[in-house]
């Protein structure tokens, strides 16, 4: 094969792949309000944790913060949001921890602020002592404690 006859369809698929990406300022919009949605709930949980409702590895997360921690998470479960935005959620969760994947995995995790990864990495945060009732009981107050 021919350098000549690679570059055009290189050159094509890079013009569609960038035209696939041009957002319309619409969905600017809406990806700025779900950007917002995903600080503001980091921000104001002592815990906070994007989830499906269906994920044993979320069910284990939200027990080890209730039993071993005393707080309920304040959780966004993406398969159940109303307004079915949970994919675009899940992936600005993505770029905010710099995921490879299109879609990163469940559970999501923040504990004041700061981010822990997920269910396995609470478990050694925990384990470690990095994550205990003291430094949670440091961060917001705005959800309800146990």
């Known amino acids: 094969m021919s350098l000549h006859r690679v570059l ?3 050159a094509l698929l ?3 792949f960038a035209s696939f990406l041009a957002i319309p300022s619409h969905a ?3 990806s700025d309000e ?3 949605l995903v600080e503001h709930h980091i921000a104001s949980n002592k815990i906070a944790m ?4 269906y994920c044993p590895f979320c069910a284990r997360a939200k027990r080890m913060a209730v039993d071993e921690l005393g707080v309920k998470p ?3 479960e993406l ?3 109303p307004k079915g935005d949970g994919p675009p959620i899940q992936r600005q969760v993505g770029k905010m921890i710099k995921s490879d994947r299109l879609l990163p995995t469940v559970p ?3 504990v004041n602020g700061e981010y822990i990864g997920g269910s396995d990495d609470l478990r050694k945060a925990i384990d470690s002592g990095k994550v205990t009732k003291e430094t949670v009981a440091a961060g917001p107050t705005s959800q309800e404690e146990l």
């Open 74 to 76: 304040g959780v966004i």
């Open 28 to 30: 600017r919009e809406e």
């Open 108 to 110: 999501q995790i923040w």
């Open 50 to 53: 994007f989830s499906k409702s």
């Open 8 to 10: 055009p369809v290189g």
């Open 14 to 16: 890079i013009l569609t």
């Open 34 to 36: 779900i950007k917002e």
């Open 79 to 81: 398969d159940l949001r």
